[in-house]
């Protein structure tokens, strides 16, 4: 008999199209040159986008939500602050 597996949500599909939407947005900037069409609609792509993932990540589902975060903008900034100072946590 097969072990049965679980399957645990991590993000859901806006998340992820998101994402690549970004990837996808961000490798046009990259790849056309400043100034033209398409790096501007790029841009704007961007800007939307992050504006999208705030609302979502504030709105979302349980997974996309920011306070489903493992460590929140507190611990970060506690890390990030011992890691420059080069002490152990």
Do not use: E, N
């Amino acid at each position: 008999m097969r072990p049965q597996s679980t399957w645990v949500p991590v993000w859901d599909l806006p998340v992820r199209m998101f994402h690549w939407a970004l990837v996808l947005c961000v490798s046009v900037d990259l790849i056309f040159a400043a100034g033209t069409r398409l790096h501007v609609l790029a841009g704007f792509g961007v800007l939307g986008l992050i504006s999208f993932r705030l609302i979502w990540g504030l709105m979302g589902s349980r997974y996309a939500r920011f306070a489903s975060f493992i460590y929140g903008p507190r611990a970060v900034s506690g890390y990030l602050i011992a890691l420059r100072a080069r002490k152990p946590l």
